[in-house]
């Protein structure tokens, strides 16, 4: 078909491609007809509108110039191993132009021999100059790695041939590296994300643990939720969480979160049977979600999913602001308002370095992080001071005032004679529960520790407010089922341990609180311990049985206290039992091998299992290197199921900020989750130069134009059935109005009729012709309207025609 045509409909000519002037670089893209592709630059050519113009602006662009002299170097000659040209009738002297010391015994030949030793320096540079295809699609493999994995836009890779080339002018790779920016997406999407994403299907292959978590995509203006998986890694022997998928929603209603969790998990080619727990945060939607989920699962795929309830972190870090808001002191307000006061005030700041000599400055209150913030109260403490001095001087009219929010707050709080005391609680608090948000911030198996960590938390907040005799034989089931709020257990109000805030109630500066002010910080106090223990007590998850037994792997007890650890165990297997993962057959012998295995940790080395250090080591290392043989065959796979279990959503939250990081180039959804992909792999082997460049990925980039392709072909047609589904359903609406516009004229002209009819009636019954005048005159108009019925008919035949047209 000729390219010619009106503007805007050019097409593409294979005729073009015989051309001596395209052939060889030009060729057809198949997605679109009205654009070419230019093989030397890797550029798509827009010829909808210039048609052969087009290319011959191309063809003389700087661009195409130097990508068509890499290309013709790259042809592969005789000469370039060190052969010279042989003509016939003329062998002797091509003999002689190759090597003067083997003219004798080429007289008779028409092939020239080998060449020389002493011809080798001559022809060297020509042979390293033949680089293979592959070690060209290694190099730019490896450099979209590295643009993925820095977080660089993909028009950082425009023009990068010429670039390199001019870098690296003795490299046949560098010459030949061609990796556009579209090239760089295309690849990243179609090529590297997709060969990624199964190997990380086929490394899913037995039980795995489902992480998931929302949070705002800000470009996109979307909730974007992150899915992980947690599973036994056959080739670690660890256990490993990964990053899988993303969806993205608007309401994050139980309904949506379980239409998108059942494409984006249950769909995904994963064994769905092999689900043995979803980790979550603990809001109410998510348990709602997670009821029909257990419905469903159980349904569909004959399986039931072990619940150890929500993530410990966030039970830990929303019981201490639930207790410091239960106080109600103004500590948030005023950490915050004292680093506002200051932010963005030079003068302000002048003025406070002025008067106090301090060149410190307040430290961000992180609202959402509020056992992050130790750091920002101590900064605090530090400048109190230096901030009564400042306020001072402001009031006396030695330095300006300053009119907002912040500086009232700030200069209330100052006022408090035991604020001082309360910004000591805060940071008593918060330094109690810290070193258990920074230990399980890790994706090791932790499962083990939890119980007895988080028992050690609430029991030394128990002792601060509750008698000792109540604690003193509480095992840690009695432990957690203690009514904290019972007055009949607490202590005397000027008893609790508040810490070395209790120092601080004897005077500050000049200004000494009274005896009721003091008493009433202490109930405060301990308000805010009753508040912090109780909402720990409903949602932590040491208030499931399982996380409790589950101590029994803890290789210190496992060493010191062995028959507590079978007895644990035993009741592990029952949980197990009932919850399908275990067959009641199996308990005998796994019970058997675990005591074997018990006694024989003195063979392993009780040192090793006593002086085991969890947030150092790894357990799951520990228990693969000393059962990893025939004879706890069995107790392994169970342990493996248990040390897969999640504590927490440490994982995925600190997808959160990868996110952020591939959010500045405000991709679309498929990018951006392939890009997450991609960086998920990368950090699993330890960076961009372990990925192993194997066979199979290589292959996956070769294909990634053509799965591109593809999909902009899908895409196409996708856009072409939804144009087409628009157009139908206008023609669908139109049709509806034209049958109510008959209806309505029919009934219009059944009136009119009646009505003349009526008229005609009267006339003979009064003799009078003005009622034949107006009938006749109403019966003219109901015959236009019968004209314009006639036309509504032709009219709706035609929009049929029409909607045929689009069922077809």
């Known amino acids: 078909m000729s390219s010619k045509g009106q503007r805007g409909n050019c097409i593409y000519n294979r005729q073009w491609e015989l051309n001596s002037k395209y052939k060889g670089w030009l060729t057809a893209f198949k997605a679109d007809r009205k654009k070419a592709l230019c093989k030397c630059c890797d550029r798509m050519i827009d010829i909808s509108n210039m048609g052969e113009s087009a290319l011959k602006s191309h063809m003389k662009s ?169 599973f036994w890694n056959d080739q670690t022997n660890q256990v490993a969480t990964r990053y899988f998928n993303s969806e993205f929603l608007g309401h994050g209603t139980a309904d949506n979160l379980m239409d998108h969790f059942t494409k984006s998990v249950l769909e995904s080619g994963l064994q769905a049977k092999n689900i043995i727990q979803v980790s979550m945060d603990g809001p109410s939607v998510n348990w709602k979600f997670y009821g029909e989920l257990k419905k469903k699962v159980n349904t569909d795929y004959g399986t039931t999913l072990i619940n150890i309830g929500s993530c410990g972190l966030h039970v830990v870090h929303n019981s201490f602001k639930r207790g410091m808001d239960a106080t109600g002191w103004q ?133 601060r407010f509750i008698k000792s005799d109540i604690l003193k034989d509480a095992s840690d089931e009695q432990l957690v089922k203690i009514k904290v709020a019972d007055q009949k257990i607490h202590v005397n109000h000027k008893k609790v341990d508040v810490g070395f805030a209790s120092e601080k109630l004897k005077g500050t500066g000049n200004c000494k609180p009274s005896e009721k002010q003091v008493m009433e910080f202490r109930m405060e106090s301990k308000t805010c311990l009753i508040q ?28 010191s206290n062995k028959e507590a650890c079978s007895e644990k165990f035993k009741k592990v297997l029952r949980l197990l039992v009932n919850a399908e993962r275990v067959k009641e057959e199996e308990c005998d012998t796994l019970l058997q091998q675990f005591a074997m295995f018990l006694d024989s940790i003195p063979v392993f080395g009780s040192e090793r299992f006593a002086n085991f250090q969890s947030a150092e080591d790894r357990v799951d290392t520990l228990f693969y290197e000393c059962m990893a043989n025939e004879s706890y065959k069995s107790l392994l796979s ?91 359903k206008c023609v669908l609406e139109e049709i509806d109005e034209v049958k109510k516009k008959k209806k309505r004229i029919d009934a219009e002209i059944k009136t009119l009729n009646d009505t003349a009819d ?41 929009m049929l025609e029409k909607l045929k047209e689009y069922s077809s």
């Open 758 to 798: 009526e008229l005609c009636t009267k006339a003979e019954a009064t003799a009078k012709l003005t009622f034949v005048t107006q009938a006749n005159a109403l019966r003219r108009s109901a015959k236009d309207k019968l004209n314009d019925l006639v036309s509504l008919d032709k009219k709706l035949s035609s």
């Open 62 to 230: 700087e661009r195409h110039k130097n990508n068509s002299r890499i290309e013709g170097e790259k042809a592969v000659t005789l000469s370039s191993f060190g052969f010279v040209s042989c003509r016939s009738g003329n062998s002797v002297d091509a003999v002689k132009a190759g090597t003067s010391q083997s003219q004798q015994q080429a007289v008779n030949m028409t092939i020239p021999p080998p060449p020389e030793d002493h011809v080798t320096p001559r022809s060297q540079p020509s042979l390293e100059g033949h680089v293979s295809k592959d070690n060209v699609l290694k190099a730019e493999t490896l450099w979209t790695l590295k643009l993925i994995t820095s977080h660089y836009s993909f028009n950082s890779s425009k023009d990068t041939s010429q670039l390199f080339s001019a870098m690296f002018p003795d490299s046949q790779i560098a010459r030949q590296f061609a990796c556009g920016e579209r090239k760089a997406a295309y690849c990243c999407a179609f090529g590297l994300a997709e060969h990624f994403k199964k190997l990380l299907q086929n490394s899913v292959s037995g039980p795995f643990v489902v992480l998931f978590d929302e949070s705002l995509n800000t470009k996109m203006q979307e909730k974007q939720m992150d899915v992980h998986v947690r």
């Open 331 to 463: 500590v948030s307000s005023f950490l915050s308002s004292l680093y506002y006061l200051f932010k963005d005030a030079p003068a302000r700041r002048e003025d406070f370095v002025t008067i106090s000599g301090s060149t410190l400055m307040p430290l961000k209150f992180v609202s959402h992080r509020w056992l992050e913030n130790v750091p920002v109260c101590q900064r605090a403490l530090v400048l109190w001071d230096n901030v009564a001095d400042y306020v001072k001087a402001t009031e006396d009219g030695r330095v300006t005032r300053p009119k907002n929010k912040s500086y009232e707050i700030v200069k209330e709080c100052l006022k408090d004679p035991c604020f001082v005391a309360k910004l000591h609680f805060f940071k008593c608090i918060a330094n109690q529960l810290q070193p258990f948000l920074a230990k399980y911030q890790t994706s090791k198996p932790m499962l083990p520790f939890l119980s007895d960590d988080l028992c050690m938390i609430i029991r030394s907040l128990m002792r």
């Open 532 to 559: 912090l223990l109780e909402k720990m007590l409903e949602k932590c998850p040491v208030t499931y049985s399982l996380v409790r037994h589950l101590s029994c792997l803890n290789p210190v007890k496992m060493a």
């Open 638 to 728: 169970v342990v493996k199921i248990i040390l897969i279990l999640s504590h927490g959503q440490a994982t995925v939250e600190r997808g959160f900020s990868v996110n952020k990081e591939v959010e500045v180039e405000n991709l679309k959804e498929h990018t951006l989750v392939a890009e997450r992909i991609v960086c998920d792999h990368v950090n699993s082997v330890g960076g961009v130069l372990k990925v192993e460049l194997s066979k199979p990925l290589l292959l996956s980039v070769k294909m990634s134009r053509q799965r591109y392709e593809k999909y902009l072909d899908q895409e196409r047609q996708k856009k072409k059935t939804e144009q087409e589904r628009s157009k139908r």
